[in-house]
């Protein structure tokens, strides 16, 4: 283990959670076997992030594009998610957890939407670790539904609530308060696993000045050590927000 005293812990590490596929045809698995052990690898990173003191933990659970993948796929994702969400539940509370998710949740069945919900008000209160799924969630999505809310606002609101000013400029506070991760802070450290360079849709807005690292393990692979190796070259990198 890394030895992290010392160490600035990021106060928000965002996850892309890749590789499931690969770590069950490596074994010779089906794919679903694969997020099945993703799954249990997300458990353990909620434990391990809550442990280290970390603010915010926010993984990329299903894109909107992930509804391209067979039916079987997206139908076994949907069992997972169900049985997980009762499990996270129980953690949450064990772990003073406070769970949220990203994403348009309406497009999912009924039971998963109370689910979610459930979710979100029973830990509503836990003051410890905020744990952010985002699910059916795409960058682009967010955007766009965020600016279809404020056109919306701009109707129904009057002028002097409305973010809209009358010079029709709002500030980027004022956007960002629209987006589903209004109120918390931008991701210091993005992490993605096994192995990919691209971003595939996720929090495009958010990880405008996010130090970026990528590990070839795959995601169920996932552990302690390798969080704490992300750790310390996040501490290794120099944060210049564009200044020089
Ligand atoms: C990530 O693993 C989980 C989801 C996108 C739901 P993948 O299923 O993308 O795994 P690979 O990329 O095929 O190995
Ligand atoms: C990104 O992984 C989405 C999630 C982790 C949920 P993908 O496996 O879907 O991304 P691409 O297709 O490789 O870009
Ligand atoms: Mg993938």
């Known amino acids: 283990?890394?030895?992290?005293?010392?160490?600035?812990?990021?106060r928000h590490v965002a996850i892309i959670l890749d590789g499931n596929g690969r770590w069950a045809k490596r074994r010779g698995l089906p794919r679903t076997m694969g997020h099945r052990e993703g799954c249990k690898t997300v458990e353990k990173t909620v434990e391990i992030a809550a442990r280290l003191g970390i603010d915010y933990l926010t993984v990329y659970g299903f894109s909107t594009e992930n509804w391209k993948r067979s039916a079987e796929e997206v139908g076994a994702l949907m069992q997972l998610f169900r049985y997980y969400m009762v499990r996270l539940l129980k953690i949450a509370k064990e772990n003073n957890v406070q769970v949220k998710m990203?994403?348009?949740r309406r497009?999912?069945?009924?039971?998963?939407i109370e689910g979610i919900n459930r979710l979100e008000e029973e830990t509503r209160g836990n003051t410890g670790l905020t744990f952010v799924i985002a699910v059916n969630y795409g960058g682009r999505d967010e955007i766009v539904r965020a600016v279809t809310r404020l056109l919306q606002d701009q109707e129904n609101l009057p002028e002097r609530s409305s973010p809209w000013s009358g010079e029709r400029?709002?500030?980027?506070?004022?956007?960002?308060?629209y987006l589903d991760t209004a109120g918390m802070p931008d991701?210091?450290?993005l992490i993605?696993?096994?192995?990919?360079?691209?971003?595939s849709n996720y929090l495009l807005w958010q990880l405008?000045?996010?130090e970026i690292y990528v590990t070839d393990?795959?995601?169920?692979?996932?552990n302690q050590e390798e969080l704490e190796k992300a750790i310390v070259q996040y501490n290794n990198r120099e944060r210049r927000f564009g200044k020089a």
């Open 107 to 112: 497009r999912f069945d009924q039971d998963i």
């Open 169 to 177: 400029r709002i500030t980027e506070e004022q956007f960002a308060a």
């Open 102 to 104: 990203i994403g348009d």
């Open 217 to 222: 393990c795959l995601w169920p692979d996932f």
């Open 1 to 10: 283990m890394a030895d992290l005293t010392n160490l600035v812990i990021p």
């Open 187 to 189: 991701p210091d450290l």
């Open 208 to 210: 405008a000045y996010t």
């Open 192 to 199: 993605r696993t096994s192995g990919e360079l691209r971003l």
